[in-house]
């Protein structure tokens, strides 16, 4: 080969191809997808605790695409039905992820409905699941001698609190757990419109 | 997009791609001839084995000589920040492994939580290292291989100094918890803004270096690398556009972003290292230059649309998944095509594995690229991404593609380059040994225990009748021997960087003939201290 141009050109085409395949087609195709029926936008909570659920990475170990049951036994572990785009529709950016180290939450908000449960778990995961791998983040609660005005000490199991202490949890750690508690894609699935079930 | 619409794109692209060919063929664009990969030889060279030693042997080349000496402190700078970003990756690397098996550690230190030093290790590695070391080796194979000298090599320190700063803030955003929350592209689209400006900085001088080219073939090395710094551009640009992308559409984005980086950025620029290297340093010609195109041409077009192999089983477009995989499988094709040339290159000269440094590090990356690749097409087939997807599986192979072929191909160029560059040797032999076996080796046990360890997990997760902890308790031994493995490949690093500052700030034994790992019967020629 001895032209920089033909090279340049052949290889900027290979990429616009992939491009088209990857990026375009999918935009036109998922753009006039509606969200799912039952689907809620998020409060102003919600979105500051899907913000807590970035900062600290949570997606690099739970997924939020549980796959249909043909493929993997995800409704079986209680995980819900197979997601589709109309799930995401308020979803920005995409928290789909790519690991299931820890179980799928695209239904944990129905799978465990409870605050008290979150809170605590995310204080100290082994005191809720023994051998759990997750990281405690006592980074988003304040360990206190007494709560003040307006604020509630979690309920932990019994030793699991630095003792003469009550742990309270900071504006994050409720922020995170409205957002957990919201995660609910169990509306049904409509069948898309004029027979497009065949795509 | 029904059937007819796919039909009727699939023959309007076939009768494109035959005109394009037809139009190439007759323009004499796939110009076979041997000629053009002795481009790397001067006149009589051809034959003689080159490996570096500050004291030329053999053939002297002016044009080799001015091209080196103008590029050399732009190249100096861009190795020393690899290395730097090699050490803040391995530490936060080891740091996050040894967490996932020790999750109460340190664990009141938010920036250290597992989430974020792992993507800190992510960062490191994806736009410190590899990118910079990349770039480096770029910056010295191009003036050497148009025969000319770097233009604007300026502008390329200025780049390198705009995309430093950008990385520096996007890592203190990542640990600050501040995040664009996709995978691949965290660091805030407002940093991302130093990297475009300092990115296009440093694509300058090599632009006009290759307008500025006194030979008339272009290297096999040189359209990996052209186009590597034409391409990772216009992935950058479309990935971080903020306000754009939505939803599913930002999955399939995410992806054709995360694994073209990997297939068009950092594969390109490890190939065209291994594809000067190689043949340098045995001192023959690659052996076939058709297969050098054929393979050249497969990955351009395959590799770009594997990504959607990520979201397997995903609430995308099936059509879309099915098109990934096909072309993952697709992607053996340049992958053997690099091998067989590979290895037909280098028959009859093994022994010179056992001797060269530079060799050795670049051969192990370019076998460890057919065997990651190999796996990669594999494990994108659905039967098997039913079991590795979501697992520790992936992480393995991700290290295998990105480590033991790319980082291990960057490290042979940097021991060719350095003596180059800083007209020294490098001082120990004994420090590159080690590097060479705890890196080797270490990338061998973190590779091999995290494959089984993520099998396990995903036919644990696999069977509905066990419980969810089952396939976190099988990892956890697995866990622990791959922070075993990473404290291995982050000791080798160390004795990289120790050796690199020996070299630079003269210290240790000046050598006046390569440092080769065996120097035969012949008494050792260094000069002691």
Redesign the interface.
């Known amino acids: 080969m001895n032209n920089e141009s033909a090279l340049l050109a052949g290889g900027m085409t290979m990429l616009a191809i992939a491009t088209s395949a990857l990026v375009v087609i999918p935009y036109l195709q998922l753009h006039d997808v509606k969200p799912t029926p039952g689907l809620k936008p998020y409060t102003t909570a919600e979105l500051r605790g899907r913000g807590v659920y970035i900062a600290n990475g949570c997606i690099y170990c739970h997924s939020q695409q549980p796959r249909d049951s043909s493929f993997a036994p995800d409704a079986k572990r209680g995980w819900g039905r197979a997601a589709v785009a109309g799930d995401y529709y308020y979803d920005s950016p995409h928290l789909l992820g790519t690991m299931r180290t820890g179980p799928d939450l695209m239904n944990i908000g129905v799978r465990q409905p409870s605050a008290d449960w979150h809170l605590g778990h995310l204080y100290q995961p082994r005191a809720y699941v023994s051998g759990s791998i997750m990281p405690s983040y006592p980074y988003l609660f304040d360990a206190k001698d007494a709560p003040d005005a307006g604020e509630k000490a979690i309920t932990l199991p019994p030793g699991y609190a630095p003792v003469g202490k009550v742990i309270v949890p900071t504006a994050a750690a409720l922020d995170l757990v409205a957002y957990l508690q919201s995660l609910n894609r169990t509306g049904p699935v409509l069948p898309p419109i004029d027979g497009a079930a065949a795509r | 997009?029904?059937t007819v619409a796919i039909l009727i794109s699939a023959f309007l692209?076939s009768v494109f791609a035959l005109g394009?060919f037809i139009w190439?063929m007759r323009?004499g664009?796939?110009?076979t001839s041997p000629a053009?990969a002795r481009v790397i030889f001067a006149d009589e060279e051809a034959g003689h084995p080159e490996d570096p030693a500050s004291a030329r042997h053999g053939i002297v080349d002016r044009s080799r000589e001015e091209a080196d000496r103008s590029s050399a402190p732009v190249v100096f700078l861009f190795i020393c920040c690899a290395m730097v970003w090699l050490l803040v990756a391995s530490v936060a690397g080891l740091t996050a492994s040894i967490?996932?098996?020790e999750?109460?550690l340190l664990?009141?230190?938010?920036w250290l939580?597992?989430?974020?030093i792992?993507?800190i290790h992510l960062n490191a590695v994806a736009y410190g290292w590899a990118p910079m070391a990349g770039l480096g080796i770029a910056i010295f194979l191009l003036p050497r291989l148009l025969k000319t000298e770097l233009m604007g090599g300026r502008w390329a320190v200025l780049g390198a100094a705009l995309w430093n700063a950008g990385l520096i803030a996007g890592i203190g955003s990542i640990a600050a918890?501040?995040?664009?929350?996709?995978?691949w592209l965290e660091i805030p689209w407002q940093v991302d803004i130093l990297f475009v400006i300092g990115g296009a900085f440093v694509g300058f001088p090599l632009v006009l270096t290759?307008?500025n080219?006194k030979v008339?073939?272009?290297y096999v090395s040189?359209?990996y690398m052209?186009?590597a710094l034409?391409?990772f551009p216009?992935?950058f640009l479309?990935a971080n556009i903020p306000g754009l992308?939505?939803?599913?559409?930002?999955?399939?984005?995410?992806?054709?972003f995360g694994h073209?980086v990997l297939g068009?950025f950092y594969t390109p620029l490890a190939l065209a290292s291994i594809y000067y290297f190689l043949p340098k340093i045995i001192g023959q010609p690659v052996r076939s230059y058709g297969l050098s195109?054929l393979g050249f041409?497969a990955l351009?077009?395959f590799?770009?649309?594997v990504?959607?192999h990520?979201?397997v089983?995903?609430?995308?477009?099936g059509?879309?998944i099915t098109?990934?995989i096909v072309q993952s499988m697709m992607m053996l094709i340049p992958v053997i095509a690099f091998s067989i040339n590979q290895h037909q290159t280098l028959r009859g000269h093994f022994r010179q594995l056992i001797e060269s440094p530079t060799l050795r590090f670049v051969t192990f990356g370019g076998m460890m690229y057919t065997l990651s690749s190999i796996q990669g097409s594999f494990e994108a087939l659905?039967a098997v991404n039913?079991v590795t997807?979501?697992?520790?599986y992936?992480v393995a192979h991700a290290h295998l593609g990105l480590y033991a072929f790319v980082s291990f191909a960057f490290f042979g160029a940097i021991y060719f380059i350095v003596p180059r560059i800083s007209g020294r040797e490098w001082p120990y032999r004994w420090m590159i040994y080690c590097h060479f076996w705890l890196a080797a080796g270490g990338i061998g046990v973190y590779f091999l225990s995290l494959t089984i360890g993520g099998w396990l997990q995903g036919m644990a997760?696999?069977?509905?009748a066990r419980p969810?902890?089952d396939?976190?308790?099988v990892t956890?031994p697995y866990?622990k021997a791959r922070s075993v493995g990473g404290t291995m490949m982050l000791a080798g690093h160390l004795f990289l960087v120790a050796n690199f500052v020996c070299a630079i700030f003269g210290l240790g034994p000046n050598r006046d003939r390569p440092a080769l790992f065996h120097q035969g019967s012949k008494p050792e020629q260094g000069v002691g201290t």
């Open positions: 997009m029904n692209l394009a190439s323009k664009l796939f110009d053009a967490k996932l098996h999750p109460d664990a009141s230190v938010p939580s597992f989430g974020r792992r993507t918890g501040i995040s664009d929350g996709l995978e290759l307008v080219r008339d073939h272009l040189v359209w052209g186009c034409f391409w216009v992935l479309v992308h939505f939803g599913v559409e930002q999955a399939t984005m995410n992806w054709w073209n068009l195109l041409w351009a077009f590799y770009g649309q990504g959607g990520h979201l089983g995903g609430p995308v477009p059509w879309l098109l990934s659905r039913r997807h979501f697992t520790h992936t997760m696999l069977d509905a969810f902890m396939s976190v308790q956890i866990l």
